[in-house]
């Protein structure tokens, strides 16, 4: 395992298997992916999405924290409509309350020709008329949870082995925890 402060890098696992998702007009994101995961029981995910229309889009940009708190922030939300995405990576997982979540960070070109990025939401970003392809790393024995991280003082996705390896949610938790 690799460390980085109190964020665990990397875990190794055997698990993988990639495969692709197309995510067809007019459906977010979220409602694509968080449908096809369920139906073939994905609880943890790696996904690079390439460029595409979206119809329309919502995102985050963060700026510096002004009381030092944390690393960052995300300002107000950011709407667009009829956008090219340039790209976009995200993570799946489950959050503090054990559900499923996609945290995604993507670029994208706005119909005035800008680009822009951060955080996008992806329940609010509905595919346009070209779709969006999206390249898969699943994972097994190695899943995604959020807990709260020292180094930026947000919650953020950290690895730990899946409940199913050893089958001590608990032990697995620990070997990821920050050392004291």
């Known amino acids: 395992m690799q460390r980085l402060n109190s964020r665990a890098l990397s875990l190794a696992g055997q698990g993988q298997s990639n495969w692709v998702l197309d995510v067809p007009e007019g459906v977010s994101i979220w409602e694509w992916v968080s449908a096809a995961f369920m139906q073939y029981d994905i609880q943890s995910a790696h996904l690079d999405l390439m460029g595409g229309h979206l119809r329309s ?8 924290d002004p009381a030092g708190k944390r690393i960052a922030q995300y300002g107000a939300p950011n709407h667009i409509g009829n956008a090219i995405l340039i790209s976009a990576m ?14 995604c960070h993507g670029c994208l070109v706005t119909g005035n020709g800008q680009t822009q990025g951060g955080h996008l939401d992806t329940q609010q970003c509905i595919v346009g008329q070209t779709g969006i392809r999206i390249y ?3 994972t097994s024995d190695v899943e995604f949870v959020t807990r709260l991280d020292a180094t930026s003082g947000m919650h953020v996705f ?7 390896i050893d089958g001590n949610a608990e032990r697995a938790a620990v070997s990821a ?3 004291r």
């Open 57 to 64: 889009a919502i995102f985050y940009t963060g700026y510096p």
């Open 90 to 103: 995200g993570i799946y997982g489950k959050d503090r309350q054990d559900k499923p979540l996609l945290h």
């Open 136 to 138: 898969v790393t699943a």
């Open 158 to 164: 950290h690895p730990q082995l899946a409940e199913h």
């Open 177 to 179: 925890a920050p050392e």
